[in-house]
Structures are given as structure tokens and as C-alpha cells.
């Protein structure tokens, strides 16, 4: 059970970062 969560809040972190990284990078262009 643990493991399932820990891989879920892992990929969830990794979108996260991917939109984080999207928005930051279309704020730097405007």
C-alpha cells in the first residue's frame, strides 16, 4: 500500500514539476 501511494506522489511530483517548469518558462518569454 505504501509503496502504490509513494509511486503515485512521485509521478504526481514529476507533473507537477513539468507544468511548474511550462509556466515558468512561458512567464520568462512574456
Do not use: A, E, P, Y
Amino acid at each position: 500500500m505504501s509503496g502504490i501511494s509513494l509511486s503515485m506522489k512521485v509521478s504526481t511530483n514529476c507533473l507537477f514539476d513539468q507544468s511548474l517548469d511550462q509556466l515558468i518558462s512561458h512567464s520568462n518569454r512574456l
